[in-house]
């Protein structure tokens, strides 16, 4: 017999941890490869995680409800030989440094090249270059420590203003006290909502965030779309949204300017191929980030199905790894709720995110005249690092441009 590891794998980009929700298994169970074993929420998918083993649960490691590192280990199954050999070559790619009972140091090497301020100004004042310092903090993070034991000529200086990586972090994380009374109600964080304010947090403070906002008048696209909407539920069992002409234009946009669909990289930006729409949806009290992918090479008619499947699967919580995964730029439906102006936080590691508004009439002047239209307020948040307002600002005025130009004579929508 051997023992196997199972681990949290990484459930989408950018997701760093999940939280356990509910073990489909327990300790003596025999499952067979790729049976469900624990269902995972973050905060962009409720997953199932597969077994990729034969074998019988040993040990469960971590308890419902905890949040546990991507590469951390959940728990124990107990394999044959010959088949636990055969299923560790085909899982190659799985992370194999985990923490253990020992706690062992990790090679983990992901967060190297993150440094707190702290160290930033201590290495800048004595002169240390930190490509030359090996960090021992979580993920190869270099601590204070580590600068110490790197010179320590200037330890005793450093002892006088230190502080502890623990004191530093629980600083960081310690919230003031606030007073409350028996009529105040106390709302434990779900693990979607800590999940969603950790990655906010990043957001905005890895992020530089710039804002411009532009107004399309879209009253032939309103008319346009009264028309057909009604023929179109009836052929085709949806309904056809504003959101999915937005998409759509939206998609080409980026293909004519390809710098808003591009990542930083700390140094370099990747300029993304496939044009990968990641949309808000919601059940009853969870917010998911699905994907819609190549939705420049969909119809309207395309892309109106995919909103509908993966609003489905988000309200029932089957939406997958694969629904989520690979996003390139985001497009966020605030007019839903009735918001005329708004400014998006990014979806870390993505340029930009565009709030698609509420359509609103208000009066325009045209030739002289008053005249009552249907326009709408588009407002596009940028990664400054990226994008500046020149290429941003003739983004905006081409997604303006080719709205405005939707009318019941435009060809090849559906």
Not at 289 to 312: C, F, H, Q, Y
Request: net charge negative.
């Amino acid at each position: 017999m051997a023992e196997e590891k199972i681990i949290m794998p990484q459930l989408g980009e950018s997701v760093t941890e999940g939280t356990i929700n509910t073990w489909l298994v327990k300790e003596g169970d025999f499952v067979n490869e790729y049976d469900p074993l624990v269902e995972v929420m973050t905060d962009k998918v409720n997953a199932e995680v597969p077994s990729s083993f034969t074998g019988t649960i040993k040990e469960i490691v971590e308890n419902e409800g905890s949040t546990v590192k991507v590469g951390n280990l959940l728990g124990y199954i107990e394999t044959e030989e010959k088949e636990a050999a055969a299923q560790t070559t085909d899982n190659k790619d799985i992370e194999k440094e985990v923490k253990t009972e020992n706690k062992e140091e990790t090679k983990d090497q992901s967060m190297a090249s993150r440094y707190s301020p702290a160290v930033l100004k201590l290495s800048q004042k004595h002169g240390i270059d930190l490509n030359d310092v090996t960090g021992t903090g979580l993920g190869g993070r270099i601590t204070r420590k580590d600068i110490i034991a790197f010179d320590k000529s200037n330890e005793k200086e450093f002892e006088s203003s230190k502080e502890s990586e623990q004191d530093q972090v629980k600083r960081e994380v310690e919230q003031p006290e606030i007073k409350t009374d028996e009529t105040d109600v106390e709302i434990p964080l779900s693990p979607v909502r800590r999940a969603i304010a950790q990655n906010m947090v990043q957001s905005k403070q890895e992020i530089p965030h710039a804002w411009m906002t532009v107004e399309a008048d879209v009253t032939d696209l309103v008319t346009y779309r009264n028309d057909v909407k009604d023929s179109f539920k009836e052929k085709e069992g949806i309904n056809l949204t504003y959101f999915s002409f937005f998409i759509k234009v939206i998609a080409n946009a980026l293909k004519k300017f390809p710098e808003l669909n591009s990542m930083w990289a700390g140094e370099s930006i990747i300029q993304k191929q496939e044009i990968n729409i990641s949309i808000a949806v919601a059940n009853e009290d969870e917010l998911f980030v699905p994907v819609i992918k190549n939705a420049d090479e969909m119809s309207i008619k395309g892309i109106a199905k995919r909103i509908n499947e993966l609003t489905e699967k988000a309200k029932r919580n089957k939406l997958t790894q694969e629904d989520i995964s690979g996003g390139t730029f985001t497009i966020n439906n605030t007019g839903t709720f009735g918001s005329i102006s708004s400014m998006g936080i990014i979806n870390h590691p993505q340029a930009a995110i565009l709030q698609v508004e509420s359509i609103v009439k208000r009066p325009v002047i045209i030739n002289d005249m008053f005249a009552a239209r249907d326009i709408v307020n588009l407002s596009l948040s940028l990664d400054h690092r990226i994008l500046d307002g020149l290429v941003c600002g003739r983004f905006l005025a081409y997604v303006k441009e080719r709205l405005e130009s939707i009318n019941e004579h435009t060809t090849n929508l559906f």
